[in-house]
Protein backbone atom coordinates (compact mmCIF):
# COMPACT_ATOMS: atom_id res chain seq x y z
CA UNK A 1 0.00 0.00 0.00
CA UNK A 2 3.18 2.22 -0.39
CA UNK A 3 2.38 3.08 -3.77
CA UNK A 4 0.78 6.12 -5.20
CA UNK A 5 -2.24 6.02 -6.73
CA UNK A 6 -4.71 8.13 -9.03
CA UNK A 7 -8.28 8.64 -10.45
CA UNK A 8 -10.89 10.93 -11.81
CA UNK A 9 -12.68 11.32 -9.13
CA UNK A 10 -15.31 13.01 -11.02
CA UNK A 11 -18.64 11.89 -13.54
CA UNK A 12 -16.47 11.34 -16.71
CA UNK A 13 -18.28 13.82 -19.10
CA UNK A 14 -19.35 17.12 -20.29
CA UNK A 15 -18.68 19.57 -17.08
CA UNK A 16 -17.27 22.71 -16.09
CA UNK A 17 -14.45 20.99 -13.98
CA UNK A 18 -13.18 17.39 -13.22
CA UNK A 19 -11.19 16.55 -10.70
CA UNK A 20 -7.82 13.86 -10.96
CA UNK A 21 -7.16 12.33 -7.46
CA UNK A 22 -3.53 11.40 -6.52
CA UNK A 23 -3.31 9.64 -2.94
CA UNK A 24 0.10 8.47 -1.65
CA UNK A 25 3.92 9.24 -0.39
CA UNK A 26 4.60 10.24 -3.90
CA UNK A 27 2.08 12.19 -4.95
CA UNK A 28 3.38 15.46 -4.14
CA UNK A 29 6.39 15.10 -6.22
CA UNK A 30 4.64 13.04 -9.15
CA UNK A 31 2.04 16.16 -9.43
CA UNK A 32 4.81 18.97 -9.11
CA UNK A 33 6.67 17.38 -11.84
CA UNK A 34 4.16 17.93 -14.75
CA UNK A 35 2.91 21.26 -12.70
CA UNK A 36 3.98 24.60 -13.78
CA UNK A 37 3.86 27.92 -11.53
CA UNK A 38 4.39 27.23 -7.88
CA UNK A 39 7.13 24.33 -6.21
CA UNK A 40 3.99 22.12 -4.93
CA UNK A 41 7.20 20.45 -2.35
CA UNK A 42 7.30 24.17 -0.68
CA UNK A 43 3.78 24.61 -0.32
CA UNK A 44 1.68 24.57 2.71
CA UNK A 45 -0.53 21.77 3.60
CA UNK A 46 -4.52 22.38 2.41
CA UNK A 47 -3.71 25.15 -0.20
CA UNK A 48 -4.99 25.58 -3.37
CA UNK A 49 -2.46 26.52 -6.14
CA UNK A 50 -3.03 27.88 -9.85
CA UNK A 51 -0.91 26.90 -12.70
CA UNK A 52 -1.05 24.68 -15.67
CA UNK A 53 -0.36 20.60 -16.47
CA UNK A 54 2.23 20.63 -18.61
CA UNK A 55 3.67 17.44 -20.71
CA UNK A 56 7.19 18.06 -22.51
CA UNK A 57 6.92 22.03 -23.01
CA UNK A 58 3.27 21.48 -24.20
CA UNK A 59 0.66 22.81 -21.74
CA UNK A 60 -2.48 20.58 -21.46
CA UNK A 61 -4.66 22.52 -19.27
CA UNK A 62 -4.95 25.18 -17.05
CA UNK A 63 -5.88 24.30 -13.28
CA UNK A 64 -5.89 24.87 -9.85
CA UNK A 65 -4.21 22.10 -7.95
CA UNK A 66 -4.77 21.71 -3.99
CA UNK A 67 -2.57 20.02 -2.07
CA UNK A 68 -3.44 17.90 1.54
CA UNK A 69 -0.34 16.66 3.62
CA UNK A 70 -0.78 13.20 5.27
CA UNK A 71 -1.84 12.46 8.17
CA UNK A 72 -5.17 14.58 8.18
CA UNK A 73 -6.92 13.56 4.61
CA UNK A 74 -9.50 11.58 3.55
CA UNK A 75 -6.72 8.75 3.28
CA UNK A 76 -4.24 10.15 5.90
CA UNK A 77 -1.67 10.01 2.83
CA UNK A 78 -0.76 12.98 1.10
CA UNK A 79 -3.10 13.79 -1.49
CA UNK A 80 -2.44 15.77 -4.31
CA UNK A 81 -6.20 17.21 -6.43
CA UNK A 82 -6.02 18.78 -9.66
CA UNK A 83 -8.89 20.45 -10.53
CA UNK A 84 -8.85 20.98 -14.52
CA UNK A 85 -11.53 21.76 -17.01
CA UNK A 86 -13.83 19.42 -17.40
CA UNK A 87 -14.57 17.12 -20.33
CA UNK A 88 -13.24 13.57 -21.77
CA UNK A 89 -10.19 14.20 -23.64
CA UNK A 90 -8.48 16.81 -21.08
CA UNK A 91 -9.20 15.03 -17.81
CA UNK A 92 -7.74 11.59 -19.43
CA UNK A 93 -5.24 13.60 -21.05
CA UNK A 94 -4.28 14.53 -17.45
CA UNK A 95 -4.93 11.52 -15.65
CA UNK A 96 -2.67 9.75 -18.54
CA UNK A 97 0.17 11.96 -17.67
CA UNK A 98 0.03 11.62 -13.58
CA UNK A 99 -0.13 7.83 -14.40
CA UNK A 100 3.07 8.14 -16.68
CA UNK A 101 4.69 10.48 -13.85
CA UNK A 102 4.83 7.29 -11.48
CA UNK A 103 1.15 7.43 -10.09
CA UNK A 104 -1.10 3.91 -10.56
CA UNK A 105 -4.75 3.78 -11.37
CA UNK A 106 -6.58 3.19 -8.64
CA UNK A 107 -9.12 0.42 -8.20
CA UNK A 108 -12.82 1.15 -7.50
CA UNK A 109 -13.03 2.34 -4.06
CA UNK A 110 -9.26 2.10 -3.25
CA UNK A 111 -9.06 5.86 -1.27
CA UNK A 112 -12.07 4.87 0.67
CA UNK A 113 -9.91 1.15 1.31
CA UNK A 114 -7.10 3.36 2.15
CA UNK A 115 -8.71 5.46 4.63
CA UNK A 116 -10.60 2.27 6.56
CA UNK A 117 -7.22 0.51 6.08
CA UNK A 118 -5.21 3.45 7.95
CA UNK A 119 -7.47 3.78 10.50
CA UNK A 120 -8.90 6.79 9.32
CA UNK A 121 -12.63 5.61 9.42
CA UNK A 122 -14.39 2.48 10.33
CA UNK A 123 -16.28 -0.25 7.92
CA UNK A 124 -19.52 1.27 8.46
CA UNK A 125 -18.42 4.66 7.56
CA UNK A 126 -16.55 3.70 4.58
CA UNK A 127 -19.95 1.34 3.22
CA UNK A 128 -21.63 4.92 3.96
CA UNK A 129 -19.27 6.98 1.46
CA UNK A 130 -21.12 4.97 -0.89
CA UNK A 131 -24.52 5.05 0.66
CA UNK A 132 -24.41 8.93 0.42
CA UNK A 133 -22.47 8.90 -2.80
CA UNK A 134 -25.80 6.37 -4.26
CA UNK A 135 -28.44 7.84 -2.42
CA UNK A 136 -31.63 9.02 -3.77
CA UNK A 137 -33.47 9.96 -1.15
CA UNK A 138 -33.94 12.26 1.01
CA UNK A 139 -34.46 9.10 3.99
CA UNK A 140 -30.91 7.26 2.46
CA UNK A 141 -29.22 10.79 2.64
CA UNK A 142 -30.16 11.10 6.34
CA UNK A 143 -29.07 7.85 6.76
CA UNK A 144 -26.12 8.00 4.88
CA UNK A 145 -24.37 10.93 6.55
CA UNK A 146 -25.18 9.93 10.52
CA UNK A 147 -23.19 6.60 9.79
CA UNK A 148 -20.15 8.69 7.94
CA UNK A 149 -20.09 10.70 11.48
CA UNK A 150 -19.55 7.54 13.14
CA UNK A 151 -22.83 7.58 15.08
CA UNK A 152 -23.57 3.99 13.84
CA UNK A 153 -19.86 2.54 14.59
CA UNK A 154 -19.80 4.57 17.99
CA UNK A 155 -23.20 2.47 18.58
CA UNK A 156 -21.22 -0.84 18.29
CA UNK A 157 -18.13 0.05 19.94
CA UNK A 158 -20.35 1.10 23.11
CA UNK A 159 -21.84 -2.19 23.19
CA UNK A 160 -18.35 -3.84 22.49
CA UNK A 161 -16.80 -1.85 25.57
CA UNK A 162 -19.39 -2.96 27.75
CA UNK A 163 -19.26 -6.80 26.42
CA UNK A 164 -15.17 -6.46 27.13
CA UNK A 165 -15.74 -5.26 30.68
CA UNK A 166 -17.83 -8.15 31.45
CA UNK A 167 -14.85 -10.49 29.64
CA UNK A 168 -12.58 -8.83 31.76
CA UNK A 169 -14.02 -9.34 35.29
CA UNK A 170 -14.54 -13.10 33.96
CA UNK A 171 -11.36 -13.36 33.20
CA UNK A 172 -10.10 -12.08 36.46
CA UNK A 173 -11.92 -14.56 38.02
CA UNK A 174 -10.85 -17.48 36.40
CA UNK A 175 -6.96 -16.42 36.39
CA UNK A 176 -6.91 -15.14 39.81
CA UNK A 177 -9.40 -17.12 42.00
CA UNK A 178 -7.63 -16.33 45.06
CA UNK A 179 -8.39 -11.98 44.64
CA UNK A 180 -10.30 -11.29 47.14
CA UNK A 181 -11.69 -7.98 46.39
CA UNK A 182 -12.53 -9.24 42.73
CA UNK A 183 -15.81 -10.13 42.63
CA UNK A 184 -16.95 -14.01 41.80
CA UNK A 185 -18.21 -14.16 38.79
CA UNK A 186 -21.16 -16.36 38.70
CA UNK A 187 -23.83 -17.27 36.60
CA UNK A 188 -26.15 -15.28 38.36
CA UNK A 189 -24.36 -12.14 38.25
CA UNK A 190 -23.38 -12.64 34.56
CA UNK A 191 -27.03 -13.36 33.42
CA UNK A 192 -28.65 -9.66 33.66
CA UNK A 193 -25.34 -8.23 31.95
CA UNK A 194 -25.87 -10.96 28.97
CA UNK A 195 -29.74 -9.46 28.90
CA UNK A 196 -28.49 -6.01 29.20
CA UNK A 197 -26.50 -6.30 26.45
CA UNK A 198 -29.17 -8.51 24.60
CA UNK A 199 -31.37 -5.95 24.73
CA UNK A 200 -29.71 -2.73 23.19
CA UNK A 201 -28.88 -5.26 20.65
CA UNK A 202 -32.34 -6.14 19.74
CA UNK A 203 -33.50 -2.92 19.85
CA UNK A 204 -30.16 -1.83 17.62
CA UNK A 205 -31.44 -4.68 15.03
CA UNK A 206 -35.18 -3.93 15.10
CA UNK A 207 -34.51 -0.45 14.32
CA UNK A 208 -32.15 -0.78 12.03
CA UNK A 209 -34.93 -2.92 10.08
CA UNK A 210 -37.10 -0.22 10.77
CA UNK A 211 -34.82 2.06 8.97
CA UNK A 212 -33.63 -0.36 5.93
CA UNK A 213 -37.64 -0.02 5.30
CA UNK A 214 -37.31 3.68 4.92
CA UNK A 215 -34.29 3.63 3.17
CA UNK A 216 -34.66 0.79 0.47
CA UNK A 217 -38.88 0.39 0.58
CA UNK A 218 -40.69 -2.76 1.64
CA UNK A 219 -40.14 -5.58 -0.95
CA UNK A 220 -43.79 -6.94 -2.15
CA UNK A 221 -45.32 -9.85 -3.82
CA UNK A 222 -48.67 -10.26 -4.35
CA UNK A 223 -49.68 -14.19 -5.19
CA UNK A 224 -52.23 -15.69 -5.39
CA UNK A 225 -54.67 -18.41 -8.19
CA UNK A 226 -54.80 -17.00 -11.41
CA UNK A 227 -58.39 -15.05 -11.58
CA UNK A 228 -58.60 -14.35 -8.06
CA UNK A 229 -57.64 -10.36 -8.74
CA UNK A 230 -54.31 -9.86 -8.04
CA UNK A 231 -53.84 -7.37 -11.32
CA UNK A 232 -56.57 -5.76 -10.12
CA UNK A 233 -55.39 -5.14 -6.27
CA UNK A 234 -52.01 -4.37 -8.19
CA UNK A 235 -53.46 -1.94 -11.11
CA UNK A 236 -55.51 -0.31 -8.01
CA UNK A 237 -52.83 0.35 -5.90
CA UNK A 238 -50.49 1.59 -8.61
CA UNK A 239 -53.27 3.55 -10.34
CA UNK A 240 -52.40 2.76 -13.66
CA UNK A 241 -52.91 -0.47 -16.19
CA UNK A 242 -49.50 -1.62 -15.58
CA UNK A 243 -50.37 -5.39 -15.33
CA UNK A 244 -53.01 -6.93 -18.35
CA UNK A 245 -56.02 -7.82 -16.29
CA UNK A 246 -58.48 -10.27 -18.40
CA UNK A 247 -61.01 -13.56 -17.66
CA UNK A 248 -58.08 -16.21 -19.13
CA UNK A 249 -56.40 -17.76 -16.66
CA UNK A 250 -52.91 -17.12 -16.29
CA UNK A 251 -52.03 -13.95 -18.60
CA UNK A 252 -49.61 -12.50 -15.74
CA UNK A 253 -46.79 -14.88 -16.60
CA UNK A 254 -44.10 -13.03 -15.04
CA UNK A 255 -43.60 -10.11 -12.59
CA UNK A 256 -44.90 -6.64 -13.26
CA UNK A 257 -43.66 -4.16 -10.73
CA UNK A 258 -44.31 -1.18 -9.83
CA UNK A 259 -43.92 1.20 -6.38
CA UNK A 260 -46.19 3.19 -4.21
CA UNK A 261 -45.30 5.18 -0.86
CA UNK A 262 -47.50 4.87 2.34
CA UNK A 263 -46.22 7.33 4.92
CA UNK A 264 -43.21 8.03 3.20
CA UNK A 265 -41.96 4.65 2.48
CA UNK A 266 -41.90 2.97 -0.87
CA UNK A 267 -43.82 -0.08 -1.16
CA UNK A 268 -42.07 -2.08 -4.44
CA UNK A 269 -44.36 -4.40 -5.74
CA UNK A 270 -43.95 -7.18 -7.93
CA UNK A 271 -46.93 -9.51 -9.45
CA UNK A 272 -46.49 -12.88 -9.41
CA UNK A 273 -47.61 -16.07 -12.08
CA UNK A 274 -50.68 -17.54 -10.26
CA UNK A 275 -49.37 -20.96 -8.32
CA UNK A 276 -51.13 -23.95 -10.31
CA UNK A 277 -49.70 -27.07 -11.50
CA UNK A 278 -49.39 -26.49 -15.06
CA UNK A 279 -47.74 -27.79 -18.30
CA UNK A 280 -46.69 -24.59 -19.93
CA UNK A 281 -42.89 -24.27 -19.68
CA UNK A 282 -42.99 -20.57 -19.78
CA UNK A 283 -45.87 -20.34 -16.62
CA UNK A 284 -43.97 -23.06 -14.69
CA UNK A 285 -40.91 -20.66 -15.08
CA UNK A 286 -42.87 -17.83 -13.69
CA UNK A 287 -44.32 -19.90 -10.73
CA UNK A 288 -40.95 -21.49 -9.74
CA UNK A 289 -39.98 -17.85 -9.71
CA UNK A 290 -42.85 -16.95 -7.65
CA UNK A 291 -42.33 -19.19 -4.70
CA UNK A 292 -38.57 -17.99 -4.83
CA UNK A 293 -39.96 -14.29 -4.74
CA UNK A 294 -42.03 -15.35 -1.43
CA UNK A 295 -38.37 -15.94 0.13
CA UNK A 296 -36.89 -12.69 -0.67
CA UNK A 297 -39.92 -10.66 -0.04
CA UNK A 298 -40.48 -8.46 3.12
CA UNK A 299 -44.01 -8.90 2.55
CA UNK A 300 -46.57 -11.26 0.60
CA UNK A 301 -50.12 -10.38 -0.31
CA UNK A 302 -51.46 -13.61 -0.69
CA UNK A 303 -55.13 -13.02 -2.45
CA UNK A 304 -57.80 -15.58 -2.23
CA UNK A 305 -61.33 -15.52 -3.49
CA UNK A 306 -64.01 -15.53 -1.20
CA UNK A 307 -66.59 -16.54 -3.76
CA UNK A 308 -64.82 -20.12 -4.20
CA UNK A 309 -63.92 -22.67 -1.78
CA UNK A 310 -60.59 -23.05 -0.13
CA UNK A 311 -58.39 -25.25 -3.28
CA UNK A 312 -55.62 -27.40 -2.94
CA UNK A 313 -53.38 -24.58 -4.80
CA UNK A 314 -54.66 -22.21 -2.62
CA UNK A 315 -53.67 -24.66 0.87
CA UNK A 316 -49.85 -24.58 -0.87
CA UNK A 317 -49.60 -21.40 -1.40
CA UNK A 318 -50.96 -20.92 2.54
CA UNK A 319 -48.32 -22.93 3.60
CA UNK A 320 -45.47 -21.68 1.36
CA UNK A 321 -45.88 -18.28 3.08
CA UNK A 322 -46.61 -19.68 6.67
CA UNK A 323 -42.78 -17.98 7.56
CA UNK A 324 -43.48 -14.72 5.84
CA UNK A 325 -44.78 -11.59 7.01
CA UNK A 326 -48.00 -12.11 5.12
CA UNK A 327 -51.52 -10.17 4.68
CA UNK A 328 -54.06 -12.50 3.87
CA UNK A 329 -56.25 -10.53 1.18
CA UNK A 330 -59.87 -12.36 0.86
CA UNK A 331 -60.76 -10.48 -2.30
CA UNK A 332 -64.17 -10.25 -4.49
CA UNK A 333 -66.14 -9.48 -0.90
CA UNK A 334 -68.52 -8.42 -3.28
CA UNK A 335 -69.36 -11.28 -3.98
CA UNK A 336 -70.88 -14.32 -1.91
CA UNK A 337 -68.59 -15.67 0.55
CA UNK A 338 -67.91 -19.04 -0.40
CA UNK A 339 -64.28 -19.73 1.22
CA UNK A 340 -64.03 -21.75 4.16
CA UNK A 341 -62.58 -19.24 6.19
CA UNK A 342 -61.92 -21.30 8.87
CA UNK A 343 -58.90 -23.68 7.25
CA UNK A 344 -56.98 -20.33 7.21
CA UNK A 345 -54.47 -19.94 10.13
CA UNK A 346 -53.02 -16.41 9.52
CA UNK A 347 -53.19 -13.57 11.87
CA UNK A 348 -53.55 -10.92 9.46
CA UNK A 349 -56.85 -11.47 7.40
CA UNK A 350 -58.49 -8.46 5.55
CA UNK A 351 -61.70 -8.39 3.27
CA UNK A 352 -61.59 -6.68 0.25
CA UNK A 353 -63.04 -5.65 -3.22
CA UNK A 354 -61.76 -4.18 -6.51
CA UNK A 355 -65.08 -2.99 -7.65
CA UNK A 356 -66.10 -0.30 -5.13
CA UNK A 357 -64.37 3.02 -4.14
CA UNK A 358 -62.24 2.52 -1.21
CA UNK A 359 -62.35 -1.27 -1.75
CA UNK A 360 -58.89 -1.76 -1.08
CA UNK A 361 -58.12 0.91 1.27
CA UNK A 362 -58.06 -1.90 4.25
CA UNK A 363 -55.05 -3.27 2.75
CA UNK A 364 -53.37 -0.08 2.86
CA UNK A 365 -54.60 0.43 6.53
CA UNK A 366 -52.87 -3.07 6.95
CA UNK A 367 -49.86 -2.04 5.93
CA UNK A 368 -49.13 0.61 7.73
CA UNK A 369 -50.17 -1.10 11.09
CA UNK A 370 -47.74 -4.08 10.10
CA UNK A 371 -44.67 -1.59 9.63
CA UNK A 372 -45.77 0.69 12.37
CA UNK A 373 -45.53 3.10 9.38
CA UNK A 374 -47.44 5.77 11.27
CA UNK A 375 -44.52 5.77 14.05
CA UNK A 376 -41.42 5.55 11.70
CA UNK A 377 -41.19 8.71 10.43
CA UNK A 378 -39.57 10.00 13.66
CA UNK A 379 -36.81 8.14 14.00
CA UNK A 380 -33.60 9.38 13.96
CA UNK A 381 -31.82 7.75 11.32
CA UNK A 382 -29.15 6.05 12.87
CA UNK A 383 -28.86 2.62 11.83
CA UNK A 384 -27.02 -0.39 10.81
CA UNK A 385 -27.45 0.50 6.87
CA UNK A 386 -26.98 -2.76 5.30
CA UNK A 387 -27.57 -6.65 5.26
CA UNK A 388 -24.33 -7.40 5.93
CA UNK A 389 -23.85 -5.22 9.44
CA UNK A 390 -27.59 -6.14 10.43
CA UNK A 391 -27.03 -9.99 9.46
CA UNK A 392 -23.38 -9.74 12.03
CA UNK A 393 -25.49 -8.23 14.68
CA UNK A 394 -28.33 -10.71 13.95
CA UNK A 395 -25.34 -13.59 14.53
CA UNK A 396 -24.03 -11.73 17.59
CA UNK A 397 -27.52 -11.87 19.30
CA UNK A 398 -28.47 -15.08 18.05
CA UNK A 399 -24.62 -16.51 20.27
CA UNK A 400 -25.89 -14.24 23.16
CA UNK A 401 -29.26 -16.22 23.04
CA UNK A 402 -27.07 -19.11 23.52
CA UNK A 403 -24.86 -17.89 26.08
CA UNK A 404 -28.24 -17.15 27.84
CA UNK A 405 -29.40 -20.59 28.22
CA UNK A 406 -26.27 -21.89 28.73
CA UNK A 407 -26.01 -19.88 31.99
CA UNK A 408 -30.25 -21.48 32.60
CA UNK A 409 -27.86 -24.98 32.23
CA UNK A 410 -25.70 -24.05 34.44
CA UNK A 411 -22.89 -24.36 31.80
CA UNK A 412 -19.29 -23.47 33.28
CA UNK A 413 -18.04 -20.07 33.43
CA UNK A 414 -15.78 -20.61 31.05
CA UNK A 415 -17.48 -22.35 28.90
CA UNK A 416 -19.64 -19.06 28.40
CA UNK A 417 -16.92 -16.89 28.60
CA UNK A 418 -15.65 -18.16 24.73
CA UNK A 419 -19.11 -17.56 23.19
CA UNK A 420 -19.32 -14.19 25.27
CA UNK A 421 -15.95 -13.60 23.24
CA UNK A 422 -17.46 -14.70 19.94
CA UNK A 423 -20.52 -12.05 20.19
CA UNK A 424 -17.65 -9.40 21.08
CA UNK A 425 -15.70 -10.39 17.49
CA UNK A 426 -19.45 -10.55 15.38
CA UNK A 427 -20.20 -7.20 16.53
CA UNK A 428 -16.16 -6.06 15.94
CA UNK A 429 -17.09 -7.58 11.94
CA UNK A 430 -19.19 -4.78 11.77
CA UNK A 431 -17.09 -2.09 12.19
CA UNK A 432 -14.24 -3.86 10.53
CA UNK A 433 -12.39 -4.27 13.77
CA UNK A 434 -12.10 -7.89 12.81
CA UNK A 435 -12.01 -8.48 9.27
CA UNK A 436 -11.49 -11.15 6.13
CA UNK A 437 -9.10 -9.76 2.88
CA UNK A 438 -11.32 -11.27 0.71
CA UNK A 439 -13.84 -9.76 2.43
CA UNK A 440 -12.62 -6.10 2.63
CA UNK A 441 -11.63 -6.61 -1.56
CA UNK A 442 -15.06 -7.46 -2.75
CA UNK A 443 -16.51 -4.69 -0.51
CA UNK A 444 -14.87 -2.52 -1.41
CA UNK A 445 -14.51 -3.63 -4.90
CA UNK A 446 -18.24 -2.69 -5.58
CA UNK A 447 -17.21 0.87 -4.94
CA UNK A 448 -17.48 3.81 -8.12
CA UNK A 449 -14.03 4.74 -9.49
CA UNK A 450 -12.16 7.64 -8.41
CA UNK A 451 -13.88 6.75 -4.30
P1 LIG B 1 -55.39 -12.33 -11.37
O1 LIG B 1 -55.34 -13.41 -12.38
O2 LIG B 1 -55.30 -12.88 -9.99
O3 LIG B 1 -54.39 -11.24 -11.60
O4 LIG B 1 -56.84 -11.69 -11.44
P2 LIG B 1 -57.35 -10.42 -12.25
O5 LIG B 1 -57.00 -9.18 -11.52
O6 LIG B 1 -56.92 -10.58 -13.67
O7 LIG B 1 -58.90 -10.56 -12.10
C1 LIG B 1 -59.61 -11.68 -12.64
C2 LIG B 1 -61.06 -11.30 -12.85
O8 LIG B 1 -61.70 -11.01 -11.61
C3 LIG B 1 -61.25 -10.05 -13.70
O9 LIG B 1 -62.38 -10.22 -14.55
C4 LIG B 1 -61.56 -8.96 -12.69
O10 LIG B 1 -62.36 -7.95 -13.20
C5 LIG B 1 -62.30 -9.72 -11.63
N1 LIG B 1 -62.17 -9.13 -10.29
C6 LIG B 1 -61.05 -8.69 -9.70
N2 LIG B 1 -61.31 -8.23 -8.46
C7 LIG B 1 -62.64 -8.37 -8.25
C8 LIG B 1 -63.51 -8.07 -7.16
O11 LIG B 1 -63.14 -7.56 -6.10
N3 LIG B 1 -64.81 -8.38 -7.32
C9 LIG B 1 -65.30 -8.95 -8.47
N4 LIG B 1 -66.59 -9.23 -8.53
N5 LIG B 1 -64.50 -9.24 -9.53
C10 LIG B 1 -63.20 -8.95 -9.43
Excluded at 325 to 347: A, S
Aim: with cysteine; aromatic share 4%; hydrophobic share 40%.
Amino acid sequence: MTDTIAAISTTIGVGAISIIRVSGKDSIKIVNKIFEGKDLEKVDSHTIHYGNIKEKNEIIDEVLVTVMKSPKTFTTEDIVEINCHGGISTTNKVLEIVLNNGARLAEPGEFTKRAFLNGRIDLTQAESVMDLISSKSESKRKVAINGLNGYVGNIIRDLRQEILELLASIEVNIDYPEYDDAIVMTNDIIKPKIIEIKRKLSKIINESENGKILTTGIKTIIIGKPNVGKSSILNRLLDEEKAIVTDIEGTTRDTVEGSITINGVALNIIDTAGIRETEDVVEKLGVEKSLKLILEADLVILVLNNNEELSEEDEKILEACKEKKTIVVINKNDLERKINIEKIQYKNIIYTNTVDLGGIDSLKEKITELFNLNELEHEDYMYLSNVRQISLAKEANYILEEVEIGIENQVPVDMIEIDIKRAWEKLGEIIGETYDEELIDQLFSQFCLGK
